[in-house]
């Protein structure tokens, strides 16, 4: 991945004025491709094994719940890099620039190479922990050897998606994306219903194609990376090992990964709360996600590319363009999400018959349409809280207040939604609906939380460079018209 061309290692000053005065939605709309994309690709080999055989279907989804949690390990480095690389840049401090980028790549590559060889010799054993049927576990076993074998082809393509990101260049994984899901769409077909079926592959046979799409992914990226970015990625920069960046990118993803893993296995317990409520429950569980992940990705997309220009504005020193800039994504952000939770909860009769209309009975979709509508009702007051937390909670930690979110996020979940949950939904016999209302209370509370921190100002001056000898030109700027 090294330059030809050094000659482009210095941001000048419109470049930095590029990210830092860009329009939000300029930024976040091919986050929102591009996280909707990443969405579907993880449904695609569900979906099209379905049609070919359901034991697989079981399998693979099994495979995935192992190789899922394993990934929160990447996010360490790979979250943190936004954060380190944005503020570089926007200081101008381009001389640590490659051997960021090359910490970040490295450590994430040697730790998802040692995860690969677990994944790869102790697949049985992992699934084991699943309790996964004896079935399953062949189409199981090969699936996760393929895949969690090349799992470092997605931890190397997510840290330089990330890097992407930080430069502004959110349209680059937008289009790896794209291509990705087409290259798998295309192998699936092929090995499923196509002239590969002949092999009897199967569940084997879209692991192919996953890990085929990543692999051409990561070339993808790598190419972007040579031709786009300031920048090199070489053994080089290791010698001396730079300790001070790694560091650094530990401190700030160690918080964020560890509230990431405290997410996952508190949804696990509202899982299991909302399984003893039975299959009505359970499927409108499902179905309400699915309809609300529509607003959520819209306030994720417009999250990070806030995060992007408060990174760079912080880096600067401009901390009243940066806090400015968050006011503005967050009157709009609010909107939109609320227009879109309305336009879910209002057409909520029409979208959930999609769903049920192959219920076995009437009086089950019916059942299911009827809890649905309540627990999208629900939903347009969570919107308004997690809206807050996703613009507000990615701004502090992109101006290097990571840990006050992160403290805040572990307690809020597990205090609301799970013990709220716990009460609402089985103690008070809300079920569903109890178990919606807490995760909502939750989203609010949070939200007005870091909503006075954000208005104190307490986050600033924790950036993680040092404002001396940083880019000191004319940042400022007028906010863009969105």
Request: with cysteine.
């Given at each position: ?304 590319a806030t995060m992007i220009i408060v990174g760079h504005a912080v ?168």
């Amino acid at each position: 991945m090294e330059r030809q061309n050094a000659s482009h290692l210095g941001k000048s000053k419109n470049e930095v004025n590029d990210v830092v005065n860009s329009s939000v939605l300029r930024l976040a709309w091919p986050i929102f491709v591009q996280a909707l994309l990443s969405m579907l690709l993880g449904y695609a080999d569900t979906l099209m094994l379905s049609g070919y055989d359901q034991t697989a279907v079981g399998a693979i989804g099994n495979a995935n719940q192992i190789l899922g949690f394993l990934t929160l390990a990447f996010t360490v480095i790979s979250s943190a890099s936004v954060v380190v690389v944005a503020q570089y840049l926007g200081a101008g401090k381009n001389d640590k620039i490659s051997q960021i980028y090359t910490v970040c790549v490295s450590f994430n590559l040697v730790l998802s190479l040692i995860l690969s060889g677990i994944v790869y010799l102790g697949s049985d054993a992992l699934m084991g922990i699943l309790h996964t049927p004896a079935e399953m576990m062949n189409d199981a076993r090969s699936y996760m050897r393929i895949v969690g074998g090349f799992i470092f082809t997605q931890a190397v393509l997510d840290t330089m998606s990330r890097i992407f990101h930080s430069n502004g260049k959110t349209v680059f994984g937008m289009i790896i994306s794209l291509g990705m899901n087409i290259i798998n769409v295309a192998g699936n077909y092929l090995f499923l219903y196509g002239p590969l079926r002949s092999l009897g592959l199967g569940a084997s046979g879209v692991a192919v194609s996953t890990t085929l799409s990543r692999i051409i992914g990561l070339i993808a990226a790598s190419v972007f990376f040579a031709i786009f970015i300031d920048g090199h990625i070489s053994v080089k920069y290791l010698k001396p090992f730079p300790k001070d960046i790694l560091k650094t990118l530990l401190r700030l993803g160690i918080p964020t990964a560890g509230e990431n893993i405290s997410y996952n296995i508190s949804q696990l317990f509202v899982t299991g709360f909302v399984n003893t409520f039975g299959i009505i429950a359970i499927n409108t569980k499902i179905y309400a996600s699915i309809l609300s992940n529509f607003a959520y990705l819209y306030s994720l997309s417009v999250a990070m590319a806030t995060m992007i220009i408060v990174g760079h504005a912080v880096g600067a020193g401009n901390y009243e363009l940066a806090y400015r800039r968050v006011n503005k994504t967050m009157r709009s952000a609010l909107i939109v999400s609320a227009l879109i939770a309305c336009l879910n909860y209002i057409v909520s009769p029409v979208t959930l018959g999609f769903f049920t209309g192959g219920s076995e009975t009437a009086a089950i979709g019916s059942q299911i349409t009827e809890l649905g509508q309540k627990v999208l009702f629900i939903a347009i007051f969570l919107e308004f809280g997690r809206t807050s937390n996703l613009v507000i909670i990615n701004s502090l930690k992109a101006s290097g207040d990571v840990r006050f979110p992160t403290y805040l996020g572990i307690v809020a979940m597990w205090s609301c939604t799970v013990i709220g949950g716990y009460i609402l939904g089985i103690v008070c016999g809300f079920g569903l609906v109890g178990i919606w209302t807490a995760m909502a209370a939750d989203e609010i509370i949070r939200g007005v939380v870091v909503a006075i921190r954000w208005k104190r100002g307490t986050w600033r001056g924790k950036s993680v460079v040092r404002n001396q000898g940083a880019y000191s030109g004319d940042v400022s700027g007028t906010l863009p018209t969105e």
